[in-house]
């Protein structure tokens, strides 16, 4: 029988206490497995950009590179990488800020350790998490980021979503590759992804039926 693999972890928080002991107790659970920690945004996008994990835990205020700026840098290299901010900053601004930048998730360090884990798991598994400490506001603006409020129907990934805003502003795909660091083939796998969805046959209809569908 095949044991489910554990999801891999990486903490970036400038705290060393909490960073330590949060490191120790997640280690601690049979399905999670911690690859890495850095105390800046620096370190931490070196880091993982050299072994990325499937979830990244991530402070807002850091030495050096923030938070935020790290989560910036981190989505144009790794665009489908798990991230949730864990922070002790609650207010609107911050978390519109960090979602809008990239984030999936915005947790408050207060919350339960447990519930964290089930937030992880939530979140590397791809499942909707609808737990209470995962805050209402950044769940609404992952919601509207990811569809500008439009039709939830069409099943389109964030990275299909940016790719077809790329084709939008007229991006070639050797454009949009470098743009997205990845190769040619690999957006023209999301392009052939993007014509499936919509049901079209060319890059005019898709942009067409987006914008029909609000995804744009």
């Known amino acids: 029988m095949n044991e489910k693999a554990a999801v891999t972890v990486f903490i970036a928080d400038d705290h060393p206490i909490l960073r330590i002991g949060l490191s120790m ?3 601690s659970k049979p399905n999670i497995r911690i690859v890495g920690e850095a105390d800046n945004g620096f370190d931490a996008v070196d880091a993982i950009n050299q072994n990325p994990p499937d979830v990244v835990l991530m402070d807002v205020d850091m030495p050096g590179l923030s938070g935020i ?5 981190l989505r144009k290299t790794l665009p489908d990488l798990k991230i949730i901010v864990l922070s002790t ?4 601004e911050y978390v519109q800020e960090a979602m809008l ?6 947790v408050a360090k207060n919350t339960k350790i447990d519930e964290l884990v089930k937030i992880i798991e939530d979140f590397a598994e791809d499942r909707e998490c609808h737990s209470p400490y995962l805050l209402n506001l ?3 603006w992952q919601h509207m980021r990811q569809g500008n409020g439009g039709d939830a129907g069409h099943n389109l990934t ?3 979503i940016r790719v077809l805003k790329n084709i939008a502003e007229g991006k070639t795909n050797n454009e949009i590759a ?3 660091f990845v190769s040619i083939e690999t957006i023209k796998t999301h392009v052939q992804r993007i014509f499936k969805k919509l049901e ?7 942009v067409a039926v987006a914008r029909k569908k609000n995804i744009l």
């Open 25 to 27: 107790y997640l280690e």
């Open 69 to 73: 700026e790290a989560i910036r840098v």
């Open 89 to 92: 900053y609650t207010k609107k």
């Open 101 to 106: 930048e990239g984030a999936d998730g915005y």
């Open 138 to 140: 950044a769940v609404k």
């Open 158 to 160: 964030k990275t299909e």
């Open 178 to 180: 470098q743009i997205h």
């Open 200 to 206: 079209v046959s060319n890059r005019m209809e898709a």
